[in-house]
C-alpha cells in the first residue's frame, strides 16, 4: 500500500481526511490557483486539530514559478511563518528563466525551511530535462518530488515516473500526483513503483477499491 497524501484547505477538510485514513496532509488555499501558502492561523488550527503530519504550500502568488529577490525574500519569510505554525514538511517550486530548477532560490528556501522536509511541487514538470532536474534536486536535499512524471496526469505519464523512480534510487521520494483518482491509482503505483500519491480526499480512503 503506498503512502497517501491529501491536499486540503480547511480545518473541515484535514477531519474528514484523517477519518479516511491519509498519512499525511498538503495544506494550501487557493488549489485552483494551483495553491497558495496557507495562512500561519489556518495551519496552526489544522496541526491542532488531526494528528497527521502537515505539510504546507510555500507559493506567494499564482502564475509562473519564477521569483526575483523581493519574492524569494517573501518566500524565505513564509517559511519560518509555516515552520513556527506547526508544519512539518514545506511544499515549493522555484523555476528559472529557462524553466530549469532555478538551483541557487532552491538552495535558499532549503535553507529557510529546515528543520521541516521538503517537496519540489509539480514545476518539475515544466522542466526540459527531467532527469537533470532530479539530479539537481538530490544534490540540494531535497527529500521527494511532486510529478505527473511530464504527462498531462500521472496515469498517462505512469513510463515516465518508473524512470523517475529507477533513477530516484532511493535518494529522493517520487510522489506521483495530477489525475490520480480511485479508478486509476492502482495501475499508477504498479506501473512506475511511486511509494507515494497525492490526491483529494476520495482517492485516499483506505476503503478504495
Known sequence: MP???????SVAEARVAEAAGVDRLELCVALAEDGLTPPPELTRAVVA?????V????????????????GLSLLERHCAEQRAAGARGLVFG??????????????????AARPCVVTFHRAFDRVPDRSAALETLIGLGVERVLTSGGAADAYLGRAALRTLVEAAAGRIVVMAGGGVRPHNWRAI???????????????????TS
Open 189 to 207: 503505483v504498479a506501473a512506475s513503483g511511486v511509494p507515494e500519491l497525492h490526491g483529494s480526499v476520495p482517492l485516499c480512503a483506505r476503503t
Open 55 to 70: 505539510h504546507t504550500m510555500v507559493r506567494a502568488r499564482p502564475g509562473p514559478f519564477f521569483v526575483d529577490e523581493a
Open 94 to 111: 522555484i523555476l528559472d528563466d529557462r524553466s530549469a530548477v532555478d538551483v541557487a532560490a532552491t538552495a535558499r528556501l532549503v535553507r
Open 49 to 53: 486539530a488531526v494528528r497527521l503530519p
Open 3 to 9: 503512502l497517501f497524501e491529501a491536499v486540503v484547505q
